[in-house]
């Protein structure tokens, strides 16, 4: 069970928006900034949103992120069959003295 | 070119250690927090644990604490995680990152951790 929660999976059609979810507690989104990844399997994770709404270098304004009290959300509009991945939030946790990840949500562009 | 690569990665028995090793280019390494993170198979990502530039500040997730280390040597560029007691709940791959207040802005391409008998 993480601490962070996230729907397991998203779709879509290319060209459509897609939001996901990310609800957290006082502890951690409610007090810290939320980070996005970006994971294909085999591969490096990727990070594509910084501080709840910042782009990382190279990430397309496709991607946007959010962060309102306890909950986040990162919403890729346009969707491209190259999106197809799983996406994980994270944050500092104050009571655990570490970084916690959401479960991931595995997004499938159709 | 930025780049972290990992190694050390290996099968190992129940009870035993392994020490991962990351070597850091084309960044000035002693300059940023450093960590590491886990994907256990068919499983999401597990922070481990960081360590703050000059290796004095050092956090871990609860399930490694006392059992694993994280160090550094920022003359050689390197990044390093002691694991010992190993067992089969620390299957991974395993991930060093570039930790830039909270975010991981640079990965190495991971390391894969195999506790069996």
């Known amino acids: 069970q993480s601490v962070l929660t996230q729907p397991p999976s998203a779709s879509g059609t290319p060209g459509q928006r897609v939001t996901i979810s990310c609800s957290g507690s006082s502890s951690n989104i409610g007090r810290h900034s939320v980070n996005w990844y970006q994971h294909l399997p085999g591969t490096a994770p990727k990070l594509v949103i910084y501080?709840?709404?910042q782009r990382a270098s190279g990430v397309p304004d496709r991607f946007s992120g959010s962060k309102s009290g306890t909950s986040a959300s990162l919403a890729i509009s346009g969707l491209q069959s190259e999106d197809e991945a799983d996406y994980y939030c994270?944050?500092?946790?104050?009571?655990?003295?570490?970084?916690?990840f959401g479960g991931g949500t595995k997004l499938t562009v159709l | 070119e930025v780049q972290l690569v990992e190694s050390g990665g290996d099968l190992v028995q129940p009870g035993g250690s392994l020490r991962l090793s990351c070597a850091a280019s084309?960044?000035?390494?002693?300059?940023?927090?450093m960590a590491w993170v886990r994907q256990t198979p068919g499983k999401g990502l597990e922070w481990v644990a960081n360590i703050k530039q000059d290796g004095r500040d050092k956090n871990y997730v609860d399930s490694v604490k006392g059992r694993f280390s994280i160090s550094r040597d920022n003359a050689e560029n390197s990044l390093y995680l002691q694991m010992n007691r190993l067992t089969a709940e620390d299957t991974a791959v395993y991930y060093c990152?570039?930790?830039?207040?909270?975010?991981?802005?640079?990965w190495g391409q991971g390391t894969m951790v195999t506790v069996s008998s």
């Open positions: 501080r709840n709404n």
């Open positions: 994270a944050a500092w946790d104050d009571s655990l003295h570490g970084h916690v």
């Open positions: 990152a570039r930790d830039v207040d909270g975010a991981l802005d640079i």
């Open positions: 084309g960044f000035t390494f002693s300059n940023y927090w």
